[in-house]
């Protein structure tokens, strides 16, 4: 029993862990070399010192690590935030450094899965028991099969499903704009405040809601929790590296393709922004919650041009047209002789899914797309982004267009002649009105959720949200 619990310590905890220094300094390249460091070290200083126990060992370490892989992406849905993780980590606990470091989940967990199952069978040929040949053929098949089981259910896991992010430059790869001057610890901050003290305090930081929310609503939020969360400043700079992922613990930022997630999964209390799309109202219905919004602003969904592009003015048929392919050249709207470049949003954004609803039953055609690399699935699309051609069209929400300073040289459109002017937002004479909403569970009975939702639209709330850029609801 001896001779098992030392190869234990020395052959797969000290030499993993130290495998594992490697993992952290070279990232993915770590997964080529290893299994050839491995194979050199076995040949060439432990050949003849191998026994069949570190055969033994090696398999029933690879054995239970594919087996709590497999529990944990079964109860998980593939989402690394589930509270299940940690059996996993618990089994490979010598390469626990790379679960600190990283979040690519299938370079370090199935990573470690292929580095245990080669240790098994280069440990193997090195020492070929020929009392163990017959049973370790059928171990190493169960290992395979729960190996396509684990590549199976993440494939088919609600995180790859419904995953979302657009590898953008700021805020973690979340936000297409540098929102480093609205976090609520910001020095040079830009978040707007009151000038009287507020009406809602909450004093402690496990009574505080947990907060996210759309790219162009990160400011609203972020203010409404520096009035709110007593030294919710202090909070966030004690946690900023540790919830690097979110953006923040308690405000965090994913924009609206994982926040809606996080909602549906419970990790946050209240979600910022417009309401979610289709494929986003399938995965709540999939994972049974209802969802409360409450409208707390008014916004306007625009539609811009190039600043030099003659057609100030579209009728909202003339739109759908354009975005169903029937109207190619902005010749035939009394424009110049030039086609018409229409750019779309990716499908889980929140713009793409009030552009959805707009266009009702007429279907948009193929979106204009753009190639880039991805590390581990090669040549991947994504929808191109506006790049203010002299044809192009687009699309967003005014505030994320004008107050965050999204695009230089265009100019908003009016829809059927009515301009996205302050007033006839309020009015809603402007057709594409629309609401800023908060969204919760309809399960979360808090009592601080319903004290937050019910500040959002008192006095001192809307004079925030207003304030920052948006309409207040009266």
Not at 18 to 44: D, E, N, S
Not at 294 to 317: C, D, H, M, R, Y
Not at 427 to 438: E, I, M, R
Not at 442 to 454: A, F, G, P, R, T
């Amino acid at each position: 029993m001896f001779i098992y619990f030392k190869i234990f310590v020395f052959q797969y905890v000290l030499l993993h862990f130290c495998l594992t220094l490697f993992g952290v300094v070279f990232g993915q390249v770590w997964l080529f070399f290893m299994p050839i460091f491995l194979f050199f070290y076995y040949y060439k200083y432990k050949k003849n010192k191998l026994q069949k126990e570190h055969v033994y060992v090696n398999m029933t370490m690879a054995l239970i690590a594919l087996c709590s892989l497999v529990i944990c992406l079964w109860v998980s849905k593939g989402y690394l935030s589930s509270s299940i993780w940690s059996l996993f980590q618990i089994v490979s606990f010598p390469f626990f450094l790379l679960t600190i470091f990283t979040n690519d989940f299938l370079t370090f967990y199935f990573g470690i899965i292929c580095l245990l199952l080669f240790n098994t069978v280069i440990s193997y040929i090195m020492v070929k028991p020929f009392d163990f040949k017959k049973r370790f053929i059928p171990i190493m098949a169960i290992c395979l099969c729960l190996l396509f089981m684990n590549t199976y259910l993440y494939l088919n896991s609600n995180s790859v499903k419904y995953k979302g992010g657009h590898q953008f430059k700021y805020m973690n790869g979340y936000s297409s704009t540098d929102l480093t001057d609205y976090t609520p610890y910001a020095k040079n901050s830009k978040l707007v405040t009151l000038n009287e003290p507020s009406t809602l305090i909450i004093e402690t930081e496990d009574e505080m809601p947990y907060l996210d929310g759309a790219e162009a609503c990160y400011p609203v939020y972020s203010a409404i929790a520096k009035t709110v969360y007593r030294d919710i400043d202090k909070i966030e700079l004690r946690y900023k590296s540790d919830y690097a992922y979110t953006n923040g613990k308690i405000v965090s930022f994913t924009n609206t393709s994982i926040g809606y997630t996080r909602l549906f999964n419970k990790e946050i209390d209240m979600f910022f922004g417009s309401k979610p799309s289709k494929a986003q109202l399938d995965e709540a219905k999939e994972l049974g919650v209802e969802l409360d919004y409450t409208p707390i602003g008014k916004e306007a969904f625009v539609f811009f041009v190039n600043q030099k592009n003659p057609i100030s003015n579209l009728t909202s048929q003339q739109i759908k047209d354009i975005y169903h392919g029937d109207i190619l050249n902005w010749k035939e709207l009394n424009g110049k002789n030039h086609d018409i470049i229409a750019f779309q949003r990716p499908e889980r954004s929140g713009s793409q899914a009030m552009m959805n609803s707009f266009m009702g039953d007429v279907s948009l055609k193929e979106p204009l797309t753009y190639e880039m690399v991805s590390a581990m699935s090669g040549i991947i699309e994504e929808v191109a982004e506006y790049k203010n051609e002299k044809g192009a069209i687009g699309y967003t929400f005014k505030y994320f267009l004008e107050g965050l300073n999204q695009e230089d040289n265009v100019k908003i459109l009016s829809i059927d002649s009515i301009y996205p002017t302050s007033e006839n937002i309020k009015n809603q004479s402007y057709p594409l009105s629309t609401y800023l909403y908060c969204v919760t569970l309809k399960s979360n009975q808090k009592e601080n959720v319903k004290k937050l939702k019910e500040y959002l639209l008192s006095r001192q709330g809307q004079y925030i949200i207003e304030q920052t850029g948006y309409s207040a609801l009266n």
